[in-house]
């Protein structure tokens, strides 16, 4: 069983920015990749980043290219979205995931709503 507990979401203006974390416990050692999701009211969830064991980041979604970074700390056991120049349209609650021996893990989500 792997737990993961995202925290640093809040209120911003557009252009600013924020720093989401997620800390994952458990059986840490299992964990393969790990990502980060969102998902806007009314609309699907979808993939904004994902991350290696490696440390070697992939995939993220064409409208935060250049604005987000996601990194990771194996040591820590932690994952981290640096959220830069964002946008009114990124207001999302953003979900922290895990995969870990076939099984799919997910935080409790932390909200993000940037004003215009």
């Known amino acids: 069983q792997v737990q993961l507990a995202e925290s640093g979401g809040g209120l911003v203006q557009a252009g600013g920015s924020l720093s989401l974390s997620c800390l994952a416990s458990?059986?840490?050692?299992?964990?393969?990749?790990m990502a980060w999701y969102r998902q806007a009211p009314g609309k699907e969830r979808e993939m904004v980043a994902r991350?290696?064991?490696?440390?070697?980041?992939?995939d993220y979604l064409d409208s935060v290219k250049g604005r987000f970074t996601i990194s990771r700390d194996n040591d820590k056991n932690t994952i981290g979205l640096q959220m830069n120049s964002l946008r009114p349209e990124d207001t999302a609650v953003y979900y922290c995931?895990?995969?870990?021996?076939?099984?799919?893990?997910w935080g409790q989500g932390t909200r993000v709503n940037v004003s215009a």
């Open positions: 458990g059986k840490t050692w299992t964990i393969g990749g």
């Open positions: 995931y895990a995969s870990a021996e076939g099984v799919d893990y």
């Open positions: 991350i290696t064991r490696g440390r070697i980041p992939k």
